[in-house]
Every structure is written in C-alpha cells, then in structure tokens.
C-alpha cells in the first residue's frame, strides 16, 4: 500500500482528534479525489462531522451533493460563523517551503475542472495546485477565484505567488496582504508566512512583537515551522523576553513533528 503523504495524515490527525477544519479538508480530499482515492461515502462521514461542529461551507458542500441526488443523513444547518478578530498591529526568511506543491500528483483535472468551474473553491484551490508547475499563470487564476470567495486557502495561495512571483510580479505588499486575510481566517501556514514577513520587514514595517503574536498563533495550532520559529524567539529574546526553558519546550514540539532545525536548536542547548 502506498504511504499516505503528509497532507492528508496531517488532516486525517486532527480530523479525528475533532478540528471541523480537518474534517471539512478531509471530507473535501475524499469528494475529489484529491491526493486519495475519491470515495463519496468517507466525504459525506468527514462533511457530515465537520458541519455538526458548524462548519458553514461543510454544511453547504452537503446541500450541494444531497441535490446531486447523494445520500445525505441529517444535514446540518450552521451558525452563523464568528467573525475573524482583526489582527495584531501589523505591517528574509523565505515562505514556508514551497507548500503548494504536494508530494504526489493530484487526480486528473478533468475532475477537478467542473467542480472549479462551478464556483467550489477547494476544487479550484486543488486545480491550481495541479497547474502551477506547468502553467503557473492559470494557477494563479483559480487561486484568484477561489479568495475572492473568502476560500483562506485559496487566499494563502494567492500570497505564495505574489511571495515567490510565480506567474505574476512579485509583490511583497500583496502577498502581505493575502496571507493577512487567510491568517485572519485561522490557516497555519498563512500565519506562519505572515510571521516571517513582519519579523523580516517586508510588506511593512519590522515588528518583532507582531512577528511573535503571529508564531504563537500557529504553534498553538500545532505548526511545526512556527513552533521552531518562536521558540529562536524566545531562545534570544527577540519580540519576547528571553525565556529559554520555553525556547526549549517549543523546540522539542517541533522536533518530535521531524523539523529538521528544530532538531538541530534542540540538540545545541540540550548539548
């Protein structure tokens, strides 16, 4: 059997650790057929857990394949979603490594493409992935289509391009301004890129502080990068007080999740 690749264990980890976002991700994964088998019955299990913790766009993807005539038992109707609290003052480290482009090739786009063309954005955000190696300009297209939507993802991606100046420009204040809308929206990795940006001053003004705030949002969400990262923080006192008994404990959070600096920083004060 093939080893699962990182996305999906890392979805499939906290999908039944009870995270809606997980779920809603997983069930996502299994309707498309997006680096898994395509197998409707487990989309509709993970849609189903995900909107009864009222994940709103769960609960509208079940709408949509109950009207497409799929066995849909209890749908749930959402709360209306809290609005995101607004961000810390804001305004090189590089993004997070080239996170877009997955380890295994996804599904072929003949799937996909309809569920773009329809308006779903984690079709569209899965679509772009496929064709940012070859087509890098339509990538950025779909990745478009689905922020417009609010999709973070699809946010995220939009400020990995601009970041990088993969088919576009590259554009510092923009890819600023997307991570800040997906981070806004809770994606880790967002966080993390956001993070990096205003500790290296990029897209804005230098800010330590906000730097930290922004880590200390994704460690808490269990990201190995910016648990790495806050913890060089805190290790030299930088943005927070100097606190190496908690540089310690994040550097091992990391390490035990396989960041390789991580395991490196831990081994040198553990030395």
Same mark, same amino acid.
């Given at each position: 059997?093939?080893?699962?690749?990182?996305?999906?264990?890392?979805?499939?980890?906290?999908?039944?650790?009870?995270?809606? +976002?997980?779920?809603? /991700?997983?069930? /996502?994964?299994?309707?498309?057929?997006?680096?898994?088998?395509?197998?409707?019955?487990?989309?509709?299990?993970?849609?189903?857990?995900?909107?009864?913790?009222?994940?709103?766009?769960?609960?509208?993807?079940?709408?949509?394949?109950?009207?497409?005539?799929?066995?849909?038992?209890?749908?749930?109707?959402?709360?209306?979603?809290? +609005?995101?609290?607004?961000?810390?003052?804001?305004?090189?480290?590089?993004?997070?490594?080239?996170?877009?482009?997955?380890?295994?090739?996804?599904?072929?786009? &003949?799937?996909?493409?309809?569920?773009?063309?329809?308006?779903?954005? &984690?079709?569209?955000?899965?679509?772009?992935?496929?064709?940012?190696?070859?087509?890098?300009?339509?990538?950025?297209?779909? !990745?478009?289509?689905?922020?417009?939507?609010?999709? %973070?993802?699809?946010? !995220? %991606?939009?400020?990995?391009?601009?970041?990088?100046?993969?088919?576009?420009?590259?554009?510092?204040?923009?890819?600023?301004?997307?991570?800040?809308?997906?981070?806004?929206?809770?994606?880790?990795?967002?966080?993390?890129?956001?993070?990096?940006?205003?500790?290296?001053?990029?897209?804005?003004?230098?800010?330590?502080?906000?730097?930290?705030?922004?880590?200390?949002?994704?460690?808490?969400?269990?990201?190995?990068?910016?648990?790495?990262?806050?913890?060089?923080?805190?290790?030299?006192?930088?943005?927070?007080?100097?606190?190496?008994?908690?540089?310690?404990?994040?550097? %091992?959070?990391?390490?035990?999740?396989?960041?390789?600096?991580?395991?490196?920083?831990?081994?040198?004060?553990?030395?």
């Amino acid at each position: 059997m093939a080893r699962e690749n990182e996305v999906v264990t890392r979805n499939r980890q906290a999908a039944e650790a009870g995270d809606p +976002a997980a779920q809603f /991700n997983l069930g /996502n994964m299994y309707r498309l057929g997006y680096q898994v088998e395509r197998d409707v019955s487990l989309a509709v299990k993970w849609l189903l857990l995900a909107a009864r913790q009222n994940h709103a766009e769960a609960a509208s993807v079940l709408r949509r394949m109950a009207a497409e005539g799929i066995p849909i038992e209890a749908p749930v109707e959402p709360k209306a979603p809290a +609005a995101p609290t607004a961000p810390v003052g804001l305004v090189r480290p590089e993004p997070d490594p080239d996170p877009l482009i997955l380890p295994t090739p996804p599904t072929d786009p &003949a799937v996909l493409r309809p569920e773009a063309e329809a308006g779903d954005p &984690a079709a569209q955000v899965a679509l772009g992935n496929l064709l940012r190696p070859t087509d890098p300009r339509q990538a950025l297209r779909w !990745y478009a289509a689905a922020a417009e939507l609010n999709d %973070a993802r699809g946010q !995220y %991606a939009l400020g990995v391009m601009h970041d990088l100046g993969e088919g576009v420009a590259r554009d510092d204040r923009k890819a600023f301004g997307w991570y800040r809308k997906a981070a806004a929206q809770g994606l880790t990795e967002a966080q993390f890129n956001l993070g990096n940006m205003i500790r290296s001053g990029r897209g804005g003004e230098a800010d330590p502080t906000a730097a930290a705030a922004w880590y200390a949002k994704a460690a808490e969400a269990g990201d190995a990068s910016a648990e790495c990262a806050l913890a060089t923080l805190y290790e030299t006192g930088v943005g927070v007080p100097k606190d190496e008994p908690r540089a310690l404990e994040l550097y %091992a959070q990391a390490a035990e999740q396989g960041d390789a600096e991580a395991q490196f920083n831990l081994a040198n004060m553990l030395r």
